[in-house]
Nanobody
Framework: QVQLVESGGGLVRPGGSLRLSCAAS????????MAWYRQATGKEREWVAS???????NYADSVKGRFTISRDNAKNTLYLQMNSLKPEDTAVYYC?????????WGQGTLVTVSP
């Protein structure tokens, strides 16, 4: 009954920025841990960043200092601000969260970083 829908992906040049959004419907997520993952072609899905209900954040080393995860609980929306993008950031980005025992994934949004 909970659905996550990502948006904001697209084509961007190296050094550019994008902001991804993940909107939750069917339930609020103000008390939920939320996260972003990504999966590049031929690679395993990897964790990118997470944020607690209280706003504490953690980042993968590969994106630390460049990406910022945030949430707007009033809008049931998760964000990933991506700056200083590199070609190796190219991947499908997924948002993720837990509602009790239920793990929910979005369908993903493609980010392509290319000159």
């Amino acid at each position: 009954q909970v659905q996550l829908v990502e948006s904001g992906g697209g084509l961007v040049r190296p050094g550019g920025s994008l902001r991804l959004s993940c909107a939750a419907s069917g339930s609020t997520f103000s008390r939920n841990m939320m996260a972003w993952y990504r999966q590049a072609t031929g690679k395993e899905r990897e964790w990118v960043a997470s944020i607690t209900s209280g706003g504490s954040t953690n980042y993968a080393d590969s994106v630390k200092g460049r990406f910022t995860i945030s949430r707007d609980n009033a809008k049931n929306t998760l964000y990933l601000q991506m700056n200083s993008l590199k070609p190796e950031d190219t991947a499908v980005y997924y948002c993720n969260g837990y509602w009790g025992p239920l793990e929910v994934w979005g369908q993903g949004t493609l980010v392509t970083v290319s000159p």
